[in-house]
Structure formats: C-alpha cells, structure tokens
C-alpha cells in the first residue's frame, strides 16, 4: 500500500470536489438592480470627464454655441478637489424645462465636493438636488446675496451669466465682489452684448458705461500705483484685482492684493534707453507723435 503524505490527500480531496462542484449561476438581476448598475456606472464615467465633456453630456452652451469651457478648466482646475461654493447667476431654460440648469449639472460633476448655487429671476427650484440649490430672485438685488452667502457660504467662484444687460452685469459687480475673499475667481459671460444697442450696450466700443468698459476700467486699476495723477486714490478694486483674464465673449477677474509697489518715483521723470527721448521728440516735431500720427490715420480711412 502506497501512503500518502497528509499534504498529497488534502490536495486529491479539493481535486475530487473540483470535479463534483456543480456551479450555480448567479441569479439574474432585476430591473431595479440593473437602473441602479447602470447609474453607477454612468457616476464613475462623469467623474473621469473634462469641463469640455461635461458641458456636451448636459447640453449647456459653455461649449459649442460659446467656447468658454476650456478657459474656465485652466482656471479652476486647482478647485476640483477642494470643498467650496459655487454661485452661478442665470438657470436658464426658459422654453425648455429639461433643459434648465445644464450648466449647474456639468459644475456639479467637475467640482463633486462643492456646493452649486444658481440664481435666477424664475423659480428653479424643480432641479434643486444634492449639493445643487437654487434660488429666486434680480442679480442686481443686494439682499439676495448676502441671504445665499448667509445659508450657503460665501461663493469662492461666481458665474455671471445672467441678464447679460451690462448695466445689471455692472451692478452685480459692484455688490458681490466686494463680499469675496481673496483667492476668489469671478467670470462674466456673453460680453458681446457691451457693443449691441438691443441689449443696453453700445455700438461705440470706446463708450462708457458698457461691460467691457468696466473691464477696461479694471485693467488700467492693475496699473493704479504707476499712475502719476495728481490726488489719485485708488479705487477698491484697483487695490483688490489681481488679474484681469479676457477672451471671446469671456473675462475672468482675480481677486487679491493689487498693492506690490512701484519705482515710479526714481524712473518715471527721465526715459531710459538708447532711443531718443519720446517727449522731447514730440516737443521739438510735433507731426510726428503718437496723437498726430492716429488723426492723420483717422482722416485717411473712407
């Protein structure tokens, strides 16, 4: 007789019931198993999406009618992980209520550890859902933003897509920028209604009173300590503006400390360089400066 070591026998007995296991299939899942699978799995492909993505999985206009979503991603993207508010003027979906808050639905994904708030003059609140609220109310009312920064925080990025009329756009700014902490990211879209008399804007690109003119207004106050005017006092968000980005229909502001300094004082009386003074130069030739040369341009175009 042949004796076999206790390790051989364990081994011929999994073997013998290797080859008696029947295998018992798994049990079919029910319909409700199967919509819970598939929303699972639709969760895990919106986490891995781009803004880009995401704006064309929810059908907003951030990209295809505009192109806003790949500025907003080189923007924001050290926010994606972050914990934070989200404040986004205009739900849209006006005609279409399936279609309302597409924008608030792709913020939703790209940031999921951040509150989404959406202001609009209509009531939304048919889409309010998980971290995503809305509220009603008129984006140049001051009281209804210092109600959704009391309940919901104050908003480190702020989307003005709302009227788009750049005396609201305007007035909006001027209530809620001042209320954001430093290191807040504020954005102003459809910027093209500046120069269309229908929507409030002007057909003059120089005018004042428009969007773009503000934003204008804020690019010159990035500069305010090089200015050499007599009693300057620089402005709130000439000290408060630490970058002014533009793009096509876009603008994405800063804030921060605009206070870094200036060397005016030894520099700013006296031209550097090996090129003729331009001052002098303009002095003893008139004909030839700057001014000159743009009215001579002027009266030459047809």
């Known amino acids: 007789m042949v004796s076999l070591s206790p390790r051989r026998v364990v081994s011929a007995v999994r073997r013998r019931r ?3 296991e029947v ?4 049990p079919e899942q029910t319909p409700e198993q199967r919509r819970r699978e598939r929303r699972r799995e ?14 064309e999985e929810f059908g907003t206009d951030k990209w295809g009618v505009h192109h806003y979503t790949p500025h907003y991603e080189r923007h924001l993207e050290h926010l994606r992980r972050r914990e934070f508010t989200l404040l986004e ?40 859902q998980g971290p995503i609220v809305t509220y009603q109310g008129d ?35 001027g209530i809620v920028f001042p209320l954001l902490p430093d290191g807040a990211i504020y954005c102003i879209e459809d910027t093209q209604t500046s120069y269309w008399p229908a929507w409030g804007g002007q057909l003059d690109p120089r005018a004042r ?6 934003v204008k207004d804020l690019v010159d106050g ?13 402005t709130y968000t000439d000290t408060h503006v630490r970058a002014v980005h533009c793009y096509h229909n876009l603008v994405v502001i800063e804030k921060g400390d605009n ?35 743009l009215e001579e341009t002027a009266e030459e175009a047809p």
């Open 23 to 26: 295998v018992v299939p798994a």
């Open 89 to 128: 003027i205009g739900v849209g979906g006006y005609t279409r209520r399936k279609r309302s808050g597409a924008s608030l639905k792709m913020w939703r994904w790209f940031f999921p550890r951040a509150r989404i708030v959406g202001l609009d003059i209509e009531d939304k609140s048919f889409i309010d």
């Open 209 to 214: 009173g428009t969007s773009m003119d503000m």
């Open 42 to 55: 639709r969760r895990r492909r919106l986490r891995t999406m781009s803004l880009t993505e995401l704006a």
């Open 139 to 173: 984006q140049t009312d001051p009281e209804v933003f210092h109600r959704i920064f009391a309940e919901q925080g104050v908003p480190m990025v702020v989307v003005d897509d709302g009227s788009h009329v750049p005396a609201h756009v305007r007035a909006t700014f």
């Open 18 to 20: 290797a080859t008696t």
């Open 259 to 293: 206070r870094e300094g200036t060397n005016k004082d030894t520099s700013s009386g006296h031209f550097h360089g090996s090129s003729p003074d331009p001052a002098l130069a303009a002095a003893s030739n008139p004909a030839a400066s700057p001014e000159a040369s």
């Open 222 to 234: 990035l500069n305010h300590e090089e200015l050499l005017v007599e009693g300057y006092e620089p």
